[in-house]
């Protein structure tokens, strides 16, 4: 197995940068230079460190001061006198250096940065709403890639200024985005959420706030995360209840539907409606419940209508889906054109693995049980695009294979060992 890399903390970087500087009469970027090098040749993993040489005064250099450090130390003070106009300078510079390297939010996060951003928050809920984005924006920063700081404090106040700012739209965009942060590769978060009841917030938020593009992004976002299996250090996670939830409790399949006929010109918006739809047709009865909200023809119109190929990869995953072992879906699917729009798509995008991929997926999917489809598929030229798709992207050589066995191409399946001496690669 490999080994896991060795790490240092901040200091013991500082420390080197400062003898090079100090012991070796190096200039500042070259001590920090050598310091790196030093460290990787060591095996060190330097990817939470601030690679930044100290600065230097009329007197010599000093002990190294972060501008990350020093932008929290005077939140603190701030909070700690209660003064919101210096909360919230000092809030923007926090939020600055947190967006400049992931190594600026971890040793925020060493040094004590989320209880004080907690506190900023409280005092943000008793003065403005302004000054309350601006604490969800940094406590959205730092625990960006860092779930296991928020709490379970945190986490009902996420959840309780979620519900108390439904109508403010940049607010409830920043609270979900927290919401996202805290939930990923997080299952106990992700489970202390839904009993909090962030599911209706979820969706409240895409309904309430369906003109606002971000909103419904971020929302669709965090509904897909709140279905995901991702963290290891938990056998297994409440996923597939979570995605129950939100179809049956809270009307998400309807919620999405209706979104993706709002935004049909905004590509972007329309992949992330997509890709969560895929994410609740976890049952058949909600597959059936997608088709009688009319979106399979939402989804087929997209597919045709939108060339971008983030778009066309998940329009076509989420028919896949619906085709699945329901030959009902597949008819209606190629009467709508489905299965030559997703060649189409093939055809526009051959560098991009998913889009054919998923397409591959989806004409396999539309012919597994219904063979009728096979020859005006071929008639569309598919076999070419599958074989093509099957010789430029490894991930497709599985999914390409079964495509065109169900179409009732010839599959050469390649002989790895012929059982004859000499044949094995060395």
């Not at 400049?100 to 005092?123: C, E, N, T, V």
């Not at 439904?166 to 920043?174: I, N």
């Not at 489905?338 to 991929?357: D, F, T």
Request: charged content about 25%.
């Amino acid at each position: 197995m490999k080994m896991s890399a060795k790490r240092i903390t901040q200091e013991t970087f500082d420390a080197a940068v400062r003898e090079n500087i100090e012991e070796f009469e190096m200039g500042p970027e070259e001590a920090v230079k050598e310091a790196v090098e030093q460290f990787e040749s060591q095996g060190v993993d330097l990817s939470n460190i601030i690679k930044m040489a100290p600065k230097v005064s009329a007197d010599g250099p000093q002990e190294p001061t972060h501008d990350i450090l020093q932008a929290l130390d005077d939140l603190q003070e701030s909070v700690a006198c209660s003064h919101p106009q210096e909360v919230s300078t000092h809030l923007t510079r926090f939020l600055e250096q947190c967006k400049q390297h992931k190594a600026s939010r971890f040793l925020a996060a060493q040094k004590g940065a989320y209880p004080i951003l907690l506190a900023a928050w409280k005092l943000a809920v008793a003065s403005d709403q302004g000054l309350l984005l601006q604490a969800l924006n940094a406590l959205s920063a730092l625990t960006d890639g860092q779930p296991d700081l928020l709490d379970t404090q945190g986490l009902q106040l996420l959840v309780v200024t979620l519900a108390q700012n439904a109508d403010a739209a940049d607010l409830t965009c920043s609270g979900i985005r927290c919401v996202c942060h805290a939930s990923l590769k997080h299952e106990q978060n992700r489970q202390s959420l839904v009993k909090a009841g962030v599911l209706p917030l979820l969706t409240g938020a895409i309904t309430r706030h369906g003109h606002r593009a971000d909103v419904v992004r971020e929302a669709c976002w965090a509904l897909r995360v709140m279905t995901f299996d991702d963290d290891i250090r938990v056998p297994f996670g409440h996923a597939h209840d979570h995605a129950k939830m939100i179809v049956q409790e809270n009307g998400g399949l309807k919620v999405l539907i209706e979104a993706a006929k709002a935004f049909s010109d905004n590509p972007s918006v329309l992949s992330e409606l997509c890709s969560t739809l895929s994410r609740l047709a976890v049952r058949n009865e909600f597959c059936q419940e997608v088709v009688d909200l009319g979106g399979l023809g939402v989804l087929v119109a997209l597919l045709a209508n939108c060339s971008d190929h983030q778009v066309c990869e998940q329009s076509c995953a989420a028919l896949c889906v619906l085709a699945l072992r329901k030959p009902e879906n597949s008819r209606v699917i190629m009467e709508g054109g489905g299965a030559r729009v997703a060649l189409r798509a093939m055809k526009a995008h051959p560098a991009e693995a998913g889009v054919q991929k998923q397409a591959c997926m989806l004409i396999r999917n539309l012919v597994a049980r219904s063979q009728a489809f096979s020859q005006p598929i071929l008639d569309l030229g598919a076999e070419a695009l599958i074989l093509q798709a099957r010789a430029a992207h490894r991930d497709c050589e599985d999914v390409a294979k079964a495509a065109l066995r169900d179409l009732g191409c010839r599959v050469e399946l390649r002989e790895l060992w012929t059982g004859q001496k000499g044949n094995l690669a060395p």
